[in-house]
């Protein structure tokens, strides 16, 4: 849960890489279009970058691992990326945001999938694009960009017809769609906790919410600056991105806006189902309370009366009546009557309330 | 309660629609009118259409069901609308909005109506208008527009002589209004509540309580977007709004506005009902400490007592003295007085606050 | 609690009225003054309105109650006011606003005063005017601004000199000054719960609390917008406001300002008291746990020893020692003192934090 | 703690001075000064005011005391105040504020005092100054004022050279920074509270707690207004402010903006103490459950146990059994070691988190 | 805890400082650069700084300690300082913040590193810097910036070519650069105390979060208005910072801002360890009071019947019964079994939701 950010050391040159040992190698792939046609590479090396990018066809660069300080380097003299660009690629996670430096536009996004227990899987995706190509950098191997792949492929509809700013925006949208499945499991494993919270409302069921509620809010707060991101796109004039491919970008952003508001409104589901989770744990120490002073409270006063008649007083004129005996065991039944008549009265026992034979 | 979007596959490409199997079968009706003369067709096929909208009357295209991919394709293409536009239209639900194409406004807004037990029944209405027409798109049959078609046989009023901006107006305006009779359900259903959670507070009110708490959230992050499409409608320059018609609108504006506070004062309302139902419990906790606390502390002591008296001793002076027994008894009865007194002291008897007998 | 609004039926023609059985019959007073004169009609009829209104004097028509909806259509025509406006002044509530339509200011106020048991009684003052008239529409007869009358009759100060806006500003004033005495009502009010919140903590307090908070939660409603209108007379241009009557209406602006604050400041007090509440129940509970446990700890102990030498073993030499049962008796008396001394140390007595004793 | 403000019963003519009877009687100091000479005079009376103000020196009128209506009407005749700024002037409390009529400034701030138990003594401070006076009015004799005097007597620095926006700073100056030994103190009174939350969780604490926290919220809307006031004379082009006072006023905003900031995090921590406070509340409870629950559980068996061989059944083997007595005496001693063990495996004796012991 | 601020008493004149005892002593050193040479002076006195500042080269002073007086009023004069300017840096703590006075730019920001137990060491660092120099004045000895200073010595990358902007740049960089590993460091000990509120919920690890909350508070409130500080470099247009800078301050702006969203990250999640730990309390409650609940209610009425079988009445048959005895021990032992099976049925043994044994 901690924060841990491939962060240079304070104080160090701008532009330091930090490149973690544990990071995938780079590998990088190509894919070289034109209207009519199209060439897949795939482990291409950083020289041979020079020879897929060229006027008359666009390239896109597909880049994943971070783990290969030099193949990174190169990239960035290639690309002739400002140090602070490349920077923001290599050392993630860097804030969604995008910034255009001259002859390029950067787009930093976040990738979420959804592993196993509610956990998110956020990578950071860069996006930079200039004239005839798009450079994208992921933290790992494996994305949510191969119906992206597949459409280029097919070449039907406008994606090879425009330009490189229309498969940036079909790249970013892939991104944000890629929220909305997450954001449905997560919906139906909250439909599951509301079944748990009344049934078998434990500490479990109050760590899973916890765990889903920080899932919400990280999740929140990766969607939060794309949309901030998406609505740059569409507003800032930029001589990179068409009026065709703005519209577009403004459906980004109605999904970005989106799938905020259901996250949104989960968490506040969240806590409402951990308020309802505390009152339950409530309406249990209720529960129990009520056996024991049903119990208590039927037992010890008949306790008291038999310890009476277990005194060993040597004057005790009722010992030696017939009849006591059995008067004394009908006065006892008549107090557990009483107080039996007193606890309904007071409305301990079944209650109206037991979640199972609520309608409403 | 999760959600759940028609939305394609991530990274499919722009337009795609998502027709859901359940989906009811599309069916179109249109109403044709000048302002002297009416005409009203069921069952249109999109054909047909053509010879319906022309020049010199106004046209209302009423969609209703969406399960009829071939149909919604045929009326976008009929109107020319922009892949995104109809993928807004039949994608559903869509966050309120409203954007400009050329020649043609849309509007997508959200109809409430109150299903059984406080559950919303919420689906997205999409306006689109033009030069001589009005499309409406729902997602079901059925809706809240029927007094506005009654308006238009009707002919009185400025219904037929104005424009479709007008009526577009008039259809937002029964959405809109439509919410008012909705929050008006549940205040009631709330004063009910608020009665239960004093005189039976149990699992099922706290239930009920998030259950209405849920729907006012929906209601209002229904309404809210809504407001900033009516405010939009208002102030946006567009030549297809004409200036009479802004007024009507700005009158929209102020219905969402103050429908949205009252859901937001229902929500303030509902947190200060759960208070008090924790409130509630947290004092029958008490009340059952009480009367178990007050039987034990009574009968212990005095079982105690007769327990000494039990005691097998052969030297017990006491059990010889001819008024040990009467004179024990009477310690008990002393005893007995002075926990009661205790206790009254305390309060615990005759609760000053219950309830019922409260009077301001 | 319920809101209710005079709201037409969904879909229904704008400028509907809706007039409910049980609004009072309407009534219409004048005031016609200049500088130097002044005459009072009481109960004209819409017909005569046309001989009180003209150049050179003002006219101040009041209208209360809003039972009799020909009477307001009158009005509406005789004031040539728009559809809209005319649905704003009758269907009530709506919230303050103000417009101005050609010739004609609208403002939408709400006066309040307080009923008994904090309760509000919140009514809508629509106050129109023009060049040369003010009118104002109550939704009852009775309102606070008999003083305004007072000051006309006497004649003193800018009040006849002036225009109408200086009278619609006086009006307003008097609406919002009225919320001072309702706030030192409640202050005064909220000074006694907090008193009872800390002797008698019952489940009435509460419950006052919770209503003086739905209280001041209404009042800030209330309040908020009509703070909007005062900073929109005072900053929008309009020829019908002099910069005379400007610098007034800063000064309502100021109180509404004022009171909004008193009013979020009255909330937070509330929400303070109700957690000191929830606090001095969880003290409660503890306070009978103790009892409870203080009485069970001592004498269950005592009872096994006396339960012991009441066994009828054959074989139990201690049963004949001389001695024994006054040595047993010292026992007991030993183990409660050191119970005594176990529950003193765990400052169980003479909780030293008794409200009572507090003395910073 | 109820809102008392001087407020004119609703609809009384603007300008209506209230005067309390309890206001001290209105006393009227005055420092006239130039950059070489100074002269000071106490209890002048209104009339002799003309003979102190005039060109070529700067006079200081403080007026201290709201008792005297007709005082008060002749400083506002005298320098011509407009109605209102006489009646925001006497009708204490106002918003702090700044506004312009020609010719003068007008600024209302509040002064603050800590008052002994952690209250507030909040007092009203008028500073208005024109060309060559200042003329501030306060609430009550006494204030935070002494060293502005002392430094207008001493002559070094800007004091005496720059003009009457010089002086006006210098006041204002010395009212906000009287915030810092109120906010200090309140930091180690807050101190003391939390070492008491931890050690002597009883009902004196909380309430202590609420005072502080609503002497907290006092304060930060006394600090608010007064920084949009410092920010407003910063920004707002006036002829009466020169540049060179406008940098130090910019240095009264910082010192605003700081103790707001102090104040809102002292805010933060009464909440914070307020949670651990019920938090140790609960565990109080848990405390005294667990030494309930294990007397109850370990004496209850055994008292059973007792209650067995105390019957008087015929046929009772044991009974006559020699080493009968000593072997139950045994097993009752299994018994409550079996309890003990299975109680330190559930971690109820020697809690390892007893704030005392804890080290971090 | 509490506030202490430097401050002047309230009322004294601007500029005056205030120099506590405890304040270290006051050293001053310097890196004298040109793009080919440096040399470094250390201990220098004022009065030859003179020698050290000179076109053709960029010194950077370094003041540490605030412990006298006299040398920082030497520093005022030379660098000839606005007194307010003056007072802001000896003063601590001011807000973060930066102005603009002629020729000269003043940043004032806060350096934090993490003490022990979760506590923030914070520190002002201001910094001003001219044409040819660059002013760091630091509260203590100690601090970040040795990185900067190593890369000054360096020379390499543009460190020493370019002006002091840059240089205030990198010293600005590495300070706000040191919040990651404060951020890192408290992830780390909140994981910890993740665990801790699972296993052993006891009052000690609510106070840690209560600290490491305190701790998160300071931090966000030392980082947000660093945030501002660093946008309005980028943004305010001056002559002192060149656009080359302006680039790498964009990218001071972006840490700020991520280490803001991470602190307001953490600060969530411990409010949600908080709930949890609350909830984990309620649960031990309720484990305790079940406890209680089985054995009372299976001994107590064990007992009394025992009880009944003890008493001394003449005519109790079942006494006589030679098989009386087992049948009863028979009936104890159906009792218990019931009373097992109830409260098995209830689930109060084998929870099935102890957090040990979840899988989710």
């Not at 968490?267 to 309370?289: C, E, G, P, Q």
Request: glycine share 6%; aromatic share 8%.
């Amino acid at each position: 849960m901690a924060f841990k950010k491939h962060h240079p050391s304070a104080g160090s040159r701008p532009g330091t890489l930090v490149v973690s040992k544990t990071s995938p190698p780079t590998r990088i792939d190509a894919i070289v279009y034109t209207e009519k046609t199209i060439e897949e590479h795939t482990s291409v090396s950083v020289e041979s970058l020079a020879s897929l990018i060229g006027d008359g066809h666009i390239a896109w660069i597909d880049v994943q691992g971070l783990g290969d300080e030099a193949v990174l380097r190169g990239l960035g003299e290639f690309f002739s990326l400002h140090p602070l660009v490349l920077e923001d690629v290599v050392n993630v996670p860097q804030r969604p945001k995008t910034e255009e430096y001259d002859g390029q536009k950067l787009i930093i996004t976040r990738m979420v999938r959804l592993g196993g227990q509610a956990e998110l899987d956020v990578e950071q995706v860069s996006i930079i694009f200039g004239a005839n190509y798009v450079l994208t950098v992921q933290e790992r191997p494996g994305d949510v960009l191969d119906p992206v792949r597949r459409r280029l492929r097919d070449g039907k509809g406008p994606m090879r017809r425009l330009g490189p700013d229309y498969l940036a925006y079909a790249i970013l949208d892939a991104i944000v769609d890629a929220y909305y499945p997450v954001l449905e499991e997560l919906g139906d494993y909250l439909e599951q906790l509301e079944d748990q919270v009344l049934t078998t409302p434990g500490a479990e069921v109050l760590q899973r919410l916890s765990r889903v509620k920080a899932t919400l809010v990280t999740l929140r707060r990766s969607i939060w600056p794309q949309r901030e991101v998406a609505n740059a796109l569409v507003r800032d004039p930029s001589p990179l991105i068409t009026d065709t491919v703005r519209v577009y970008l403004r459906d980004v952003y109605d999904h970005c806006v989106q799938t905020a508001e259901v996250a949104e409104s989960y968490r506040d589901l969240v806590s409402s189902l951990m308020s309802t989770y505390l009152s339950a744990v409530s309406n249990r120490t209720n529960d129990i309370m009520k056996v024991l002073t049903i119990m208590a409270s039927i037992f010890i006063p008949l306790t008291f009366l038999a310890g009476i008649y277990g005194m060993n007083f040597e004057y005790m004129p009722e010992l030696h009546v017939r009849w006591a005996y059995p008067s004394l065991l009908f006065l006892m039944f008549l107090t557990v009557s009483g107080m039996l008549v007193f606890f309904r009265r007071k409305g301990w026992f079944g209650t109206p309330d037991e979640p199972g034979r609520s309608k409403h």
